[in-house]
Nanobody, 127 residues
């Protein structure tokens, strides 16, 4: 049974940092497209970043240069390091996986591409 469990969310001030973790079980991270998404209140869920076998799939323009996605196959965990946080980064952050494809096609930035999801971890950035 595939499970994704996020952790690391919290409340920080503008300019602060957080590191989110996504622990995967039921499969091995290698050769799986893993993504981070976020959903702010009243808004659609949007892609933030993705990674496939340690290769970066994409970063959303709004987070480039501030966020870094990485994976540790030993711990079967994907991370999202978030620096220089802004109030507009406030959202519920979700980890997602697609076990059948890579992260290198046009659909891999969108919600329907991913078939496994975690429960989310909240991030609040205050000004």
């Amino acid at each position: 049974q595939v499970q994704l469990v996020e952790s690391g969310g919290g409340s920080v001030q503008t300019g602060g940092s957080l590191r989110l973790s996504c622990a995967a079980s039921g499969y091995i991270l290698s050769y799986v497209c893993m993504g981070w998404f976020r959903q702010a209140p009243g808004k659609e869920r949007e892609g933030v970043a993705s990674i496939y076998s340690a290769r970066i799939g994409f970063y959303a323009d709004s987070v480039k240069g501030r966020f870094t996605i990485s994976q540790d196959n030993t711990n079967n965990t994907v991370y999202l390091q978030m620096n220089s946080l802004k109030p507009e980064d406030t959202a519920m952050y979700y980890c997602a996986a697609n076990r059948e494809g890579t992260c290198f096609n046009g659909g891999a930035t969108r919600v329907p591409y991913f078939n496994y999801w975690g429960q989310g971890t909240p991030v609040t950035v205050s000004s």
